[in-house]
């Protein structure tokens, strides 16, 4: 059994793009975790989606073995955690693991908005902060000046700063001297009954549910049987095991370790994170805290463009479930697409990935509607109604008002971007509420904004405005009743509830215009003409024609009476009008995804 003063447990978080994961492939050459020809770039990062956007989706765990400079050997359970704002949960997940947390900041581009909030998470799970000033092998680097920036912001003093090229590895060694110094050994008896933690999860088809596991009391034994705490299900273990970084079998693991229990299960419900495992035969009296559940803050509609996936569509969705505990969905019935899921999301990011893994790792086609947000709707009896599909709006007259939810955002950018920042937040309703100034040409603003307003491209629009420098954070503030409508679409008469919004009533005329106008270019032409509206309630506020495609029947008559001409043009009239009634418009997945790029431009 392992002696626990000689094991650290830490974590490393900053800012989406400060170097995370390249610090973490440096930390496992130095310790030989990784021999140099199997080292790869970002090597923790798995996913094919990982590698290729170059962030980091999943928290991913790895063991090293390093011998400080006292001679002893320590064992060191690293968790690589994402840096953008969708998988903050992922990242306060992992942090429950650990007891010390090396916080990365880029040298050139300072403290930013995703690095305070990931320093609050670990000030909150009472963690030993390691600050890391990275990057300073580039020509615009100012250690010195950054390392104030972080004093003053954080209050953790400048000369407490390591820094280092992740890139060259030059001084990276002075971090895993600070973990042994500085990061607390774990504690918890050997002695008590088993209480693992499960802080990630993924699906292996020969083992079943394989549960990433933080012993914090007792230990567990190859082969013994152990219990699920909240559902009380029972299993023996395929295999226990650690990450090194590949899963290596153990015969134990005890207090203070990190590791995986394969269980066997075929059914993802009955193994959770969050959950504790215990044993059967010594069962701990109570589970540990576990996590608060994610909430969801954007939904969109899933639905398989071929009827027959559905089925398909909702194994993939549990296993991905499995290891992404904010993902939640029920299913969903459209006029224009059939049957679906409802799926909530923590952002549109979060969308995206999910949207890829389902069309990559389980090989789905599929169509998504525009997300909307879940807006409280007040009857006039009182009661209060949540609704995340704007087309579950109840009728107008049928409710007192519509709150929608308001965001506190915080904006990290150099000061020469102020008034395009203030000119882009006000145009998405934003209220200022007050600005800081941390350290020279560096301001901060804080906004509330409704997050309808930032769901579809304010992150995107704020990049590319401060030529990517801001940076941005936000947390729920709460509903605000607000002057909100739904705007419907309807293709040839029939309303798409798969492209209904609900939106401000002053923006609702420019909205509908640009989103007629931004259709009629999508639907493809009929043998018959397809009008295209968008209205309020009984009002219509815009339309446009899809021009119908027209054979020319009057070909074959050249020269001759004019009344045959006629008479064929009218027969094609009396045609097209009998399409039009019975004739149906599939609407394109390029339509809905207009939808999202209906900006403010």
């Not at 069309?359 to 879940?374: H, Q």
């Not at 045609?575 to 599939?586: A, F, H, L, N």
Request: net charge negative; charged share 30%; aromatic share 6%.
């Amino acid at each position: 059994m392992l002696d626990q003063s000689k094991i650290r447990n830490f974590c490393i978080i900053a800012h989406i793009d400060h170097g995370k994961s390249t610090l973490a492939d440096r930390l496992l050459q130095m310790t030989d975790t990784v021999a140099d020809r199997d080292m790869q770039e970002q090597l923790l990062d798995s996913m094919d989606l990982e590698r290729e956007k170059g962030v980091t989706i999943k928290a991913s765990a790895v063991r090293m073995k390093y011998t400080a400079n006292d001679g002893e050997q320590y064992i060191m359970n690293l968790i690589d955690t994402p840096g953008h704002v969708d998988f903050g949960y992922e990242v306060s997940r992992a942090l429950q693991g650990c007891e010390g947390a090396i916080l990365v900041v880029d040298a050139t581009q300072g403290v930013e908005a995703q690095t305070l909030a990931n320093l609050y998470l670990a000030v909150d799970a009472d963690l030993e902060i390691i600050p890391v000033i990275n990057k300073i092998d580039l020509p615009a680097a100012l250690p010195d000046d950054v390392a104030e920036e972080v004093e003053a912001i954080t209050g953790i003093d400048a000369l407490d700063c390591i820094p280092v090229s992740a890139k060259t590895g030059e001084n990276v060694g002075a971090i895993l001297e600070a973990v042994v110094e500085r990061i607390p050994p774990p504690e918890g008896s050997v002695d008590k009954p088993l209480r693992a933690l499960i802080f990630d999860s993924h699906y292996d088809s020969y083992k079943g549910v394989i549960a990433y596991v933080r012993v914090f009391e007792g230990h567990i034994n190859d082969r013994e049987i152990v219990r699920m705490m909240s559902n009380d299900v029972e299993v023996e273990p395929i295999e226990i095991g650690v990450f090194e970084p590949v899963m290596k079998a153990t015969k134990s693991l005890s207090s203070g370790e990190v590791g995986y229990i394969a269980t066997g299960l075929k059914d993802v419900r009955e193994c959770r994170v969050g959950d504790t495992i215990t044993l059967k035969k010594n069962p701990s009296a109570a589970a540990l805290p576990g996590y608060q559940p994610a909430k969801p803050m954007v939904y969109a509609g899933f639905f398989p463009t071929n009827n027959e996936d559905f089925e398909d569509l909702r194994d993939a969705l549990e296993k991905l479930q499995l290891n992404d505990a904010a993902l939640v969905y029920e299913p969903e019935v459209s006029n224009a697409l059939n049957f679906g899921f409802r799926v909530g999301f923590l952002g549109l990011f979060h969308m995206e990935i999910v949207q890829e893994r389902l069309e990559r790792e389980y090989d789905l086609d599929i169509t998504a509607t525009a997300p909307s947000v879940r807006y409280e709707i007040v009857a006039p009896n009182g009661d209060v109604q949540e609704v995340s599909s704007p087309a579950d709006l109840p009728a107008e007259g049928e409710y007192v008002e519509i709150r929608e939810p308001w965001m506190r955002v915080q904006i990290f950018t150099p000061d020469e971007y102020y008034g395009v920042i203030m000119d882009l937040a006000t145009r998405r309703r934003g209220e200022l509420i007050s600005q800081e100034y941390p350290a020279e040409g560096r301001i901060v603003f804080n906004y509330d904004i409704p997050l309808g307003e930032l769901i579809i491209d304010f992150y995107d629009k704020l990049k590319s405005v401060t030529r990517g420098y801001a940076s941005m954070d936000y947390d729920l503030l709460g509903y605000r009743a607000s002057n909100l409508v739904k705007l419907e679409v309807l293709v040839n008469k029939q309303e798409v509830d798969a492209l209904t919004m609900i939106v401000h009533k002053d923006d609702a005329y420019r909205r509908g215009q640009r989103l007629v106008t931004a259709l009629k270019d999508k639907i493809p032409r009929q043998m018959f003409e397809v009008p295209i509206q968008a209205a309020v309630g009984k009002m219509i506020i815009s339309r446009a024609n899809v021009r119908a495609m027209r054979k020319d029947v009057t070909a074959k008559c050249y020269g001759g009476d004019i009344t045959r001409k006629k008479k064929l043009l009218e027969k094609q009239k009396k045609g097209k009008k009998r399409m039009k009634m019975i004739g149906s418009v599939e609407v394109p997945q390029e339509a809905f995804m207009s939808v999202l790029r209906i900006g403010d431009d």
